[in-house]
């Protein structure tokens, strides 16, 4: 499994697209949004630079996982490579895994990258609070990786592209990736998995520590996805 593992990560960190709109795209976001929005305080006392930071984050991890490992399972269903592999001695729990932690590895230059670019804008944040926010955005990938995953097998590769980019687009319209959710607004968006994603961030704030209830809420999303990718990948295999 470890080195399929190796494969989908090298396959990855080699595709162009990977690294223009999962990494580039976001940090260049970045720079555009904390000119627009300046020097402002937002809702909390939360400095514009260190929210938007998180949120072009949060956005390119949610990206490499999702346009990444689902179109491939499409494809790869289509080619055929799925069924060859379920002949060979990897059971299939070992490959749906194996392509959620693949994919979750190659969330960590997006969020390294936008966060290299947010230390060079003067982002307010101590050391320890550098570490403890990439792990968490870095953990919290897993949800969106297992959704990607889910999201392969469902859908047909002639529509999946279409499908992924909707999913991600509303989401991260609803889950305050482009300006901060409030209002009656908010309380639609707490079923957001990536408003919840996003709320990770909340010990950043002054006098703010881990937002638990986001920490849940993944953790269900999270438990959601990979029973859908287990069912879907099951289906899969009996369509075989």
């Keep these: ?14 595709n ?22 300046g020097t402002t305080a937002l809702a909390g006392g939360l400095p514009v630079k260190t929210y938007f930071m998180v949120s072009m984050a949060t956005f390119g991890a949610v990206g490499a996982v999702l346009t990444g490992s689902a179109q491939r399972i499409s494809l790869e269903r289509k080619s055929g490579w799925v069924r060859q592999l379920r002949l060979t001695a ?24 936008v966060f ?5 804008q003067g982002v307010p944040l101590t050391a320890a609070q550098w570490v403890a926010l990439a792990a968490a955005l870095w953990l919290g990938s897993f949800v969106f990786a297992a959704l990607g995953v889910a999201l392969g097998y469902a859908a047909a590769p002639d529509s999946v592209q279409t499908i992924v980019m909707i999913t991600y687009m509303v989401m991260s319209l609803f889950g305050g990736t ?49 029973a859908a990718a287990t069912v879907l990948y099951r289906r899969d295999t009996r369509q075989a």
Excluded: C
Aim: charged share 10%.
């Design 16 to 37: 162009r697209r990977y690294l223009l709109f999962t990494i580039a795209y976001p940090a260049l976001m970045y720079f555009f949004f904390i000119q627009v929005y």
């Design 90 to 113: 990897l059971p299939g729990r070992a490959y749906t895994v194996a392509k959620i932690a693949a994919s979750a590895v190659t969330t960590l230059p997006a969020i390294l990258v």
């Design 178 to 226: 482009w300006f901060p959710v409030t209002g009656t607004l908010e309380k639609f968006a707490r079923f957001d998995p990536v408003y919840q994603y996003n709320h990770l961030a909340g010990f950043t704030r002054p006098g703010g520590s881990l937002d638990l209830v986001a920490v849940a809420g993944l953790a269900g999303f999270l438990a959601v996805f990979v």
């Design 1 to 14: 499994m470890t080195t399929l593992i190796r494969l989908e990560i090298l396959r990855t960190l080699r």
């Design 116 to 120: 290299a670019v947010g230390a060079s």
